[in-house]
């Protein structure tokens, strides 16, 4: 599948400063597995850019070469203005990284945590007081600073990780899955620090596993797919790229047998006049067609007719969990067949 880009920029606008330049970035294992397939992207300054994709598809393994803890074994990058070959010392002291596993000592207090992280990033010492001060009040643990973090909740946990990965005040914060196993008031608690930091002025980069959370914060977003980029635009410019309406169903049974004979009346009715996209979810079928809304109610009819038993549906106008599914194929969050989970591969 090649990329799409449905970016468009007014004559009037003045060009940013690139903050991320990859130009077609290849990352392969020593197994021969081919993680990331000469990716290309670019993030201006300022921007809150979102990088989704299937579990397996490439997103971990791009921001670690992105942040030079893996070298590609292709293309370039430059941060910050920071080439990655020959400057990783000053490129990673111009970011902020928060990785999916936690980076704080959990047997240090808050305060040590942010201590530490601002003695590693060089923060002078007369400013180190007030920054940790400012720091634990921005993400609301300023009431427990001096208590183990081990005693934490694994949202005040994450809360924390951004409190050190932005000690230095840096342009550019890379996150990686920053909210995944956390409950939905702790993923609303960090959305608000991250909003804040990128009203700031601050450059964020995130990978995440919630759409939603893609098209609440992001001003642009890019689909990664089996390693190369596959789509690219805003949230609103990716859901009219859909085309059409999306009708959901739900099965009483959806058993893998089921749903593959379910999709193939559907396929075989003709009511979709050939165009359309028809996927598998976990719980029946995602019909993405101009039609949706004018023969939902005949292909409920044409499974039932089937022995198909439906046990609801809905027509909506597609949000980015369609547009995920339409282009990857698997829901989001979903594991790519095949990903290599010893090596880690495409994480």
Not at 62 to 81: E, Q, R, S
Not at 134 to 161: E, H, I, N, P
Not at 337 to 342: C, D, I, L, P, R
Request: negative net charge.
């Amino acid at each position: 599948m090649q990329p799409v880009s449905a970016t468009t920029s007014s004559p009037a606008e003045t060009p940013r400063r690139a903050a991320i330049r990859a130009d077609g970035v290849s990352v392969t294992y020593a197994s021969g597995t081919e993680a990331v397939k000469n990716v290309s992207l670019t993030v201006p300054e300022g921007e809150f850019f979102g990088f989704l994709g299937p579990n397996g598809a490439g997103k971990t393994t791009t921001i670690k070469a992105l942040v030079t803890l893996l070298d590609p074994t292709g293309g370039a990058v430059t941060v910050n203005g920071f080439d990655a070959r020959r400057d990783r010392r000053a490129l990673r002291g111009s970011i902020g990284y928060m990785a999916q596993e936690t980076s704080i000592d959990l047997e240090l207090t808050a305060r040590e945590n942010v201590r530490f992280a601002c003695e590693a990033y060089g923060v002078p010492r007369g400013e180190r007081t007030a920054r940790i001060d400012d720091l634990l009040a921005l993400v609301d643990l300023a009431d427990v600073a001096d208590d183990q973090a081990k005693t934490y909740s694994g949202g005040m946990k994450k809360r924390l990780d951004v409190a050190t990965a932005l000690v230095h005040r840096p342009p550019l914060v890379f996150l990686d899955e920053p909210t995944t196993g956390l409950d939905p008031k702790a993923r609303n608690r960090l959305w608000e620090y991250f909003r804040r930091i990128n009203e700031e002025g601050t450059t964020v980069f995130l990978t995440t596993q919630y759409l939603e959370e893609a098209d609440q914060l992001c001003d642009r977003l890019a689909v990664i797919d089996d390693g190369r980029i596959v789509a690219e635009g805003t949230p609103a410019e990716l859901k009219a790229r859909v085309g059409g309406d999306v009708l959901s169903v739900d099965l009483v049974d959806a058993d893998a047998v089921t749903v593959e004979r379910a999709e193939r009346v559907v396929r075989e009715s003709g009511l979709l006049d050939g165009e359309g996209v028809v996927s598998r979810t976990d719980t029946g079928l995602s019909v993405t067609s101009q039609r949706a809304r004018r023969v939902g109610t005949d292909l409920l009819v044409a499974l039932r007719d089937a022995g198909i038993l439906v046990e609801g549906f809905e027509v909506h106008s597609p949000t980015l969990d369609d547009v995920f599914l339409a282009i990857t194929g698997v829901p989001a969050g979903e594991r790519v067949a095949g990903a290599n989970a010893t090596t880690g591969a495409g994480r």
